[in-house]
């Protein structure tokens, strides 16, 4: 009993539809490429220095796990004071993109009725235009 049930089974297998379940990436909207991209933290930015002299010191090095490891190493190695001008530049970079996400949120408002609604207002208006024009004239005599 036990091979017919496996013939069975492996049957049944076969005979279901592949059904592609829907993933996390999936429901996310589609990214937009004018959105301010996050700033970087202050580890980020103390890495974009470390990264040059690392590769002036060892430039046969080609791995990045060894880059990173080394940075990370340095970077818990440093005191308060010699992160705070890493720190200060992370919340340089954060207010920018506070200001710029702000920019950007206003834009995505404004567009969404304005531009519509220009639209519509301008085709109404040429409309009106031509077709106003001559019943002004024929007023106005």
């Known amino acids: ?3 017919g049930n496996s013939k ?4 049944k297998g076969d005979g279901k539809l592949a059904v592609k379940k829907q993933t996390k990436k999936d429901k996310q909207a589609a990214k937009d490429p004018n ?8 580890f980020f930015v103390f890495m974009e220095d470390f990264r040059k002299q ?3 010191k060892h430039p046969k090095n080609k791995s990045v796990a ?7 190493d340095k970077w818990k190695s440093l005191s308060e004071e010699e992160k705070a001008p890493f720190v200060e ?23 969404d009725g304005d531009d519509e609604s220009d639209k519509s207002k301008s085709e109404v208006n ?3 235009d031509e077709d ?7 007023d106005d005599d």
């Not at 069975?8 to 049957?11: D, H, L, M, N, V």
């Not at 959105?35 to 202050?42: G, I, L, M």
């Not at 996400?101 to 408002?109: I, Q």
């Open 1 to 3: 009993m036990k091979g």
């Open 66 to 72: 060894a880059v990173g490891k080394a940075g990370g």
């Open 8 to 11: 069975a089974s492996s049957r």
């Open 132 to 138: 106003g024009s001559g019943e002004e004239e024929e």
């Open 54 to 56: 690392y590769k002036e």
């Open 89 to 111: 530049k992370a919340e340089k970079r954060k207010e920018e993109y506070t200001r710029n996400m702000e920019a950007y949120n206003r834009k995505l408002a404004g567009e």
């Open 126 to 128: 040429d409309e009106d």
């Open 35 to 42: 959105k301010p991209k996050r700033p970087a933290s202050a």
